[in-house]
């Protein structure tokens, strides 16, 4: 009979162990990784629509074929995105509001963009065709005097309609429509073809007038989409379900040791109490090999899971950030450097015209009293005076504007070898200019001070972009542990060469340090694991300061320590070799 129960027992547990076993299956990696790789693709995808749209509407783009690729794409990407989560949102509620959200923005964006294509086709239509007709009406008028006005005013329309489309300002609007309303009322006599000409150009003027305000509307909706926050939303909603799995599987994985343990005193009880027992010897040997070797693999696929998903998600964003930053200092660059190069012409010219003035002044002091008016009522003496101070303002503005678009440039370095010998005070100054706004503009609170202890340092063989990102991870770190209420917020820049006897080259060390308020005792060991934020939900992913270890640490064999203490603040030094080993034997 204790034969018996003993043998019924271990098949309980034999049961209960295979069950167990089902529970820890590691998940398909693959089908993870395609999941990851489209939610990387309709974030990227996104913002390249954003970008299409403007340059579209700059006329950078001739067409809208580039435009309808990027849908068609964004849409080829979600429809297998839900394909392949139609498994997973069926037992995970928030995945499943995520990606309704998602679609329902996605449906609302292609909208939008339709929208724009119509309405920008019109405008774009229009304002090719005016140039050419006004100047061809113009020439095919006769040559009487009569004529005269009526070229002066198509002539001012047709510059004041390039600026409006430039700058679409409503007093503009207001000056087009009233030389219109003069052209129209205008006594003068015109064949009916030229009459037809004049009716056409006066009809793509008031579609410019009325298109252009559409299409700024229509642009602006699309800037304020919010399918890049519920792409972010899916994809962190995404990663919670996967942490989840994880710690579920740890439970069963303790059940499993629980029962193993079970069976194997079970066996043991056979084995002693009957000496005929070598099946279940080897039964029991077979299944200790199996719970070692499926809890070595469970151990291996969680933490390559975690890696994985910090790096792909990290990178990704990097990439489309470095791409949309490089991107939009290229698209300013032209613009400001043409605003720039027209400022020092435009300071010659208005000397001219005061020179020109004066002459006028010296020449006839009495001038008529119509002039005398008109020079009272626009304050010449005043416009005289601010006019070159004017220009100087613009001239101040548009090189700090070079210098911001210079370091974005520098920031992205996309232009550059990825793996080369930089000066890291260029990155560090770089990354101080962008995040300026945050150290300055504080509501209620007192601006950051930056102070700065450079020393002389060799040029560093390294992934520029990515120490780059290490640096901006971290001073951002720093902002945000001044609260609103700190008297005197300070963050400390220091560089210096060291040596170590550990390396054969020379290494660099860059500390940041703050006085804020330090790393809590609780949490100070655990602030490069990956996914750890101490932030409220959605403020923080927890991905900043893991990528900054692994970048230091693993990409450039440095090392990042950090010094903190609770209400003094927290410093970091990042230490890199001034070339890679790799570098050194060639």
Aim: with cysteine; glycine share 4%.
């Amino acid at each position: 009979m204790k034969r018996l129960l003993s043998v019924v027992t271990a098949g309980v547990l034999l049961l209960l162990l295979t069950g167990l076993l089902r529970q820890t299956q590691v998940n398909n990696i693959d089908e993870h990784y395609d999941i990851v790789d489209h939610l990387r693709s309709i974030e990227r995808t996104d913002l390249v629509i954003v970008s299409d749209v403007l340059k579209t509407q700059s006329s950078i783009l001739p067409n809208y074929d580039v435009l309808a690729t990027d849908c068609a794409r964004f849409d080829a990407d979600l429809i297998a995105l839900e394909k392949l989560l139609s498994p997973t949102v069926a037992r995970d509620e928030h995945l499943r509001e995520a990606l309704t959200a998602l679609t329902a923005h996605a449906e609302t964006r292609s909208v939008l963009v339709e929208d724009f294509k119509s309405e920008n086709a019109v405008l774009r239509n229009s304002f090719s065709y005016l140039p050419r007709a006004i100047e061809l009406l113009a020439q095919g008028l006769p040559k009487e005097a009569s004529y005269d006005s009526l070229r002066d005013l198509l002539s001012q329309a047709s510059t004041l309609l390039m600026r409006y489309v430039l700058e679409p300002k409503s007093d503009t609007a207001q000056t087009i429509e009233q030389l219109m309303l003069q052209i129209e009322t205008l006594p003068v006599m015109l064949s009916g073809i030229e009459q037809h000409k004049l009716d056409n150009i006066l009809r793509h003027i008031w579609a410019i007038l009325y298109w252009q305000p559409e299409t700024d509307r229509a642009i602006a909706l699309l800037l304020a989409d919010q399918t890049g926050t519920a792409i972010e939303r899916l994809a962190l909603d995404y990663s919670n379900y996967h942490r989840q799995l994880a710690r579920r599987q740890n439970r069963y994985r303790l059940w499993l040791y629980l029962v193993a343990i079970a069976l194997i005193m079970g066996s043991g009880y056979l084995l002693w109490n009957h000496r005929n027992s070598a099946m279940l010897k080897k039964i029991n040997q077979q299944l200790n090999g199996l719970v070692a070797e499926r809890t070595v693999e469970l151990k291996q696929a969680i933490e390559k899971l975690k890696r994985s998903q910090a790096q792909l998600v990290q990178s990704e964003k990097m990439s489309a950030l470095g791409q949309l930053s490089a991107g939009v200092a290229h698209e300013i660059n032209n613009p400001i450097n043409f605003i720039h190069g027209n400022v020092q012409s435009n300071r010659q010219y208005s000397q001219d015209c005061l020179e020109l003035l004066s002459l006028y002044a010296l020449h006839y002091p009495e001038p008529a009293e119509e002039i005398q008016d008109f020079i009272e009522s626009i304050e010449l003496d005043f416009i005289v005076a601010d006019w070159d101070k004017l220009l100087n303002s613009m001239n101040l503005g548009t090189a700090r504007v070079k210098k911001i678009v210079e370091s974005l440039r520098n920031f992205s370095r996309l232009d550059e070898a990825e793996y080369k010998a930089v000066d890291l005070h260029e990155g560090l100054e770089s990354t101080l200019l962008l995040l300026n706004h945050q150290l300055t503009s504080r509501p209620s609170a007192p601006i950051i001070e930056v102070v700065k202890n450079y020393r002389e340092l060799p040029l560093v063989s390294c992934y520029s972009g990515a120490i780059n990102q290490v640096f901006l991870n971290i001073l951002s770190n720093a902002i945000e542990a001044f609260g609103a209420d700190h008297p005197s917020p300070q963050i400390t820049v220091s560089t210096t060469v060291v040596s170590t006897k550990q390396v054969h080259a020379d290494q660099v060390m860059v500390s940041i340090a703050d006085n804020g308020s330090g790393i809590p005792e609780e949490i100070r060991d655990r602030i490069f694991d990956p996914f750890f934020t101490s932030k409220p939900v959605g403020e923080g992913t927890g991905l900043g300061l893991t990528v900054s270890y692994q970048t230091v640490v693993e990409a450039h064999k440095g090392d990042i320590a950090v010094l903190t203490t609770p209400g003094v603040g927290t410093e970091f030094r990042i230490q890199l070799p001034v070339k890679l080993a790799s570098d050194q034997s060639n």
